[in-house]
Nanobody, 122 residues
């Protein structure tokens, strides 16, 4: 499966954004999809994941409340909605896929999208 992340851009503080991760390839239903982000000068951090089949969602403790992950298997797409954006949300956001089960470890993911830049600034 190949992934393409999109939906980033320049957003004012307090705004919302929905990122998309579109997949091509077969057996999409078998893949769990995670979102990571990497802010300037910082390490990549795991944010959230949605499992295959039953769509169970997981969030890093620091991401609970403003972030919502969802998937539309008919469109081969996973979404990440971010509300109440803050300047510290400025980062490159990546989606990644792995077989079946979610993980918060980046090394467990087999496929990565190219990243989409989100800049939160007034």
């Amino acid at each position: 499966v190949q992934l393409q992340a999109s939906g980033g851009g320049l957003v004012q503080p307090g705004g919302s954004l929905r990122l998309s991760c579109a997949a091509s390839g077969s057996a999409w239903d078998y893949y769990a999809v995670g979102w990571f982000r990497q802010a300037p000068g910082k390490e990549r951090e795991w944010m959230s994941c949605i499992s295959s089949f039953d769509g169970t969602t997981y969030y890093a403790d620091s991401m609970k409340g403003r972030f919502t992950i969802s998937r539309d298997n008919a469109k081969n797409t996973v979404y990440l909605r971010i509300d109440s954006l803050k300047p510290e949300d400025t980062a490159v956001y990546y989606c990644a896929a792995k077989y079946i089960m979610c993980s918060n470890y980046s090394g467990a993911y087999d496929e990565w999208g190219q990243g989409t830049l989100v800049t939160v600034s007034s």
